[in-house]
């Protein structure tokens, strides 16, 4: 139990379809956050939230659509995907204050999603 | 830009030391994080230095060099338990981390 959990953990879809993936953290941080992992590749930042606002949108295309309810849950939204857009989607959690607190993240298992 | 480096892939011994090594390159520092990542699984906060100097944690160290843009991530009496990929991140003055792409470790008996 990490305290942040994602669904689903496998996902295949078409590039026609349309899923969710959905993250809830049991923590009381008040940041949470999308990245995708790509093999070899480094940690891509997609979508930041703080106390529910959206702070941060690394040029993600918009058939990424993220969604932040409340502070404990995140959702991203998936539209029409490209095939280059298989990887793994983490999800993470902090208190998202400065330096420390922020930089010390608290991971889901991720959702793995193959586009065919 | 910003970057950060790190090896690919290490081989180390059961019971020997490893060092596995960080470069980075930021627009300006707030700090140098490592994270733990077994196959399969979420990662996991290891370690983060601001200040220069080494940090000890258990079987784990990790080392800060702020004038060399360097960190290092010591691991002692290492066990199979250890085989995973190491990340480093460093974030910068926008308080974002700038990730690595991962160290693969792999601990033979």
Not at chain 1, 26 to 53: D, I, R, T
Not at chain 2, 34 to 40: E, N
Request: negative net charge.
């Amino acid at each position: 139990e990490t305290g942040v959990t994602q669904t689903p953990r496998h996902l295949v879809m078409g590039m026609t379809n349309k899923k969710s993936l959905k993250c809830e953290q049991h923590l009381g941080h008040n940041a949470m956050y999308w990245y995708k992992q790509s093999a070899k590749k480094p940690l891509e930042l997609m979508f930041v939230y703080n106390f529910k606002e959206q702070t941060e949108n690394n040029s993600v295309p918009s058939r990424f659509s993220p969604e932040c309810p409340n502070s404990s849950h995140l959702f991203l939204h998936l539209h029409t995907l490209q095939p280059e857009d298989s990887a793994l989607y983490l999800c993470a959690s902090s208190h998202g204050g400065l330096a420390g607190e922020a930089g010390e993240l608290f991971f889901g298992e991720g959702s793995r999603l193959t586009v065919l | 830009g910003q970057n950060i480096d790190q090896p690919t892939e290490m081989t180390a011994t059961e019971g020997a030391i490893v060092q596995i090594n960080c470069t980075y390159q930021t627009s300006g520092f707030n700090g140098l994080f490592w994270y733990q990542q077994h196959a399969g699984e979420a990662p996991t906060f290891l370690s983060y230095n601001v200040l220069d100097g080494l940090e000890e944690k258990g079987r784990f160290s990790s080392f800060l060099s702020r004038s060399k843009g360097y960190s290092y991530l010591l691991l002692k009496e290492l066990q199979m338990k250890d085989s995973a990929s190491y990340l480093c991140a460093a974030m910068d003055s926008n308080y974002q981390l700038i990730w690595g792409a991962g160290t693969k470790l792999i601990i033979k008996p």
